[in-house]
């Protein structure tokens, strides 16, 4: 619409004939300004008219993803295994080295240490066993802020 409209103001009315006809154009019948509103209110009522057939159409007609009324039922098949607690340890492993080095830091209103994130991260994974290795590959040092 907006193309259209842009086209038909871009022809100048002083090169039409006598019978409102631009030559070497696609024919029209415009003879004025007043006339594009016509046009505009024409559009918009045939807009009106094809949105009001596709809604009538649209809720007559089935949808064709749902099966017959009486058709047979399709099996069900699952694929899927159960999550192991194994499984579940890993997931909440993860999940805990993921958020405890965030939650330390918003805690501490600092940036953690590197020794700090490793004793949390291990920990998460091995549990007090990650605690002791941490301190043999990071030993805790006092940390002190600037007054």
């Known amino acids: 619409m907006r193309r259209l409209r842009d086209r038909i103001s871009r022809i100048p009315f002083e090169t039409m004939n006598h019978s409102g006809m631009v030559p070497d154009q696609w024919p029209c019948k415009i003879q004025g300004p007043r006339d594009f509103g016509r046009l505009r209110g024409i559009m918009r009522v045939v807009k009106c008219a094809m949105l009001a057939c596709a809604i009538v159409v649209g809720s007559l007609m089935p949808a064709s ?12 098949v699952t694929r899927t295994q ?12 993860i999940g805990c080295a993921a958020v405890s080095p965030m939650i330390g830091t918003v805690i501490l209103g600092r940036e953690l240490t590197i ?16 605690w002791l290795l941490a301190d043999a590959l990071f030993p805790p040092a006092v940390t002190g802020t600037n007054t």
């Open 65 to 76: 993803g749902q099966p017959a009324p009486n058709g047979p039922v399709p099996p069900v």
């Open 82 to 93: 159960p999550v192991t607690p194994f499984g579940w340890y890993v997931i909440g492993s």
């Open 115 to 130: 020794g700090e994130v490793y004793h949390t991260t291990l920990g998460c994974m091995l549990g007090p066993v990650g």
